[in-house]
């Protein structure tokens, strides 16, 4: 059973910048990040297919996160720059050994604990 850890999570004012972390402990084919804000619905940030690099990002990401993968290390990476309040969630690395579904949550069988991320000024 492959395991997901994830780090990097915080409290950071707004246009800030942190960079979120996922080691598996096993192979994937693709892995993926996920938030959930209170109240709300888990919803996809972004993903990335592990043998091509293919990457893909929710709107609100596009243009201030960066998602990549560290295939020596099985680790999955997220920056995050300019941060805003709606960005506060919990985040959550997902991985999966089958590469369809990139951006749902039916696509993924592995979850993180989870790591909060707070923006607030």
């Known amino acids: 059973q492959v395991r997901l850890v994830e780090s990097g999570g915080g409290l950071v004012q707004p246009g800030d910048s942190l960079r979120l972390s996922c080691v598996a402990s096993g192979p994937v084919a693709k892995m993926g990040w996920f938030r959930q804000a209170p109240g709300k619905e888990r919803e996809f940030v972004a993903g990335?297919?592990?043998?091509?690099?293919?990457?893909v990002y929710t709107d609100s990401a596009k243009g201030r996160f960066t998602v990549s993968r560290d295939n020596a290390k099985n680790t999955l990476n997220l920056q995050m720059n300019s941060l805003k309040f709606e960005d506060t969630a919990v985040y959550y690395c997902?991985?999966?050994?089958?590469?369809?579904?990139?951006?749902?949550?039916?696509?993924?069988?592995?979850w993180g604990q989870g790591t909060q991320v707070t923006v607030s000024s």
């Open positions: 990335i297919r592990w043998t091509d690099g293919y990457d």
């Open positions: 997902a991985a999966s050994s089958n590469i369809i579904y990139l951006v749902e949550t039916k696509g993924y069988d592995l």
